[in-house]
T-cell receptor, first 110, second 111 residues
Framework: QKEVEQNSGPLSVPEGAIASLNCTYS??????FFWYRQYSGKSPELIMS????GDKEDGRFTAQLNKASQYVSLLIRDSQPSDSATYLC??????????FGTGTRLQVTL | DTAVSQTPKYLVTQMGNDKSIKCEQN?????MYWYKQDSKKFLKIMFS???????INETVPNRFSPKSPDKAHLNLHINSLELGDSAVYFC??????????FGSGTRLTVV
């Protein structure tokens, strides 16, 4: 079992819709959870962090964490073509190691 | 001012050569990392240093040797380069359990 699992996509959503990205992790001791966005040929960019169960909202982005289910998700409201990128879920467990999922490619269509 | 800078951005070299990639961060973070992103875009940790001390050393061939002269710098030296070493190498830094800041990456191509 992979440590952090994501559906590779592509996930295609029309402009203005809500994009829902999901991630599961295997280490129950994981403490910090992040979503990174990576445009093609660029470096990963941190867009959301979440540390406790529940929802965290920042602009059009909402991160959701459920530690009991070992599940973290990212919702993007009012999706824009500029949101088209690969979204990487990342989890920090012991030793400050940040483990990434394989990423979900999001395509926002006009 | 770039927070995490790495050089060079592109590196093309022949098999068997030795090369180095340099990384510097001006964020005052205690921990620095090297990640490798392969052709399938999977980011995998290679090394982590905290205040010049090696704390993570994943299963990486010993041809790869990190060096941290101070907590703001983490360099990566690769000996006897192989075709399979071709990838994008990212340097990153973090503080405590906060998010990581990545450098712009070094695209290494071994021919």
């Amino acid at each position: 079992q992979k440590e952090v699992e994501q559906n590779s996509g592509p996930l295609s959503v029309p402009e203005g819709a809500i994009a829902s990205l999901n991630c599961t992790y295997s280490d129950r001791g994981s403490q910090s959870f992040f979503w990174y966005r990576q445009y093609s040929g660029k470096s990963p960019e941190l867009i959301m962090s979440i540390y406790s169960n529940g929802d965290k909202e920042d602009g059009r982005f909402t991160a959701q964490l459920n530690k009991a289910s070992q599940y973290v998700s990212l919702l993007i409201r009012d999706s824009q073509p500029s949101d088209s990128a690969t979204y990487l879920c990342a989890v920090t467990g012991t030793a400050s190691k940040l483990t990434f999922g394989t990423g979900t490619r999001l395509q926002v269509t006009l | 001012d770039t927070a995490v800078s790495q050089t060079p951005k592109y590196l093309v070299t022949q098999m068997g050569n030795d090369k180095s990639i340099k990384c510097e961060q001006n964020l005052g973070h205690d921990t620095m990392y090297w990640y490798k992103q392969d052709s399938k875009k999977f980011l995998k940790i290679m090394f982590s240093y905290n205040n010049k001390e090696l704390i993570i050393n994943e299963t990486v061939p010993n041809r790869f040797s990190p060096k941290s002269p101070d907590k703001a710098h983490l360099n990566l030296h690769i000996n006897s380069l192989e075709l399979g070493d071709s990838a994008v190498y990212f340097c990153a830094s973090s503080q405590d359990y906060g998010g990581f800041t990545f450098g712009s990456g070094t695209r290494l191509t071994v021919v």
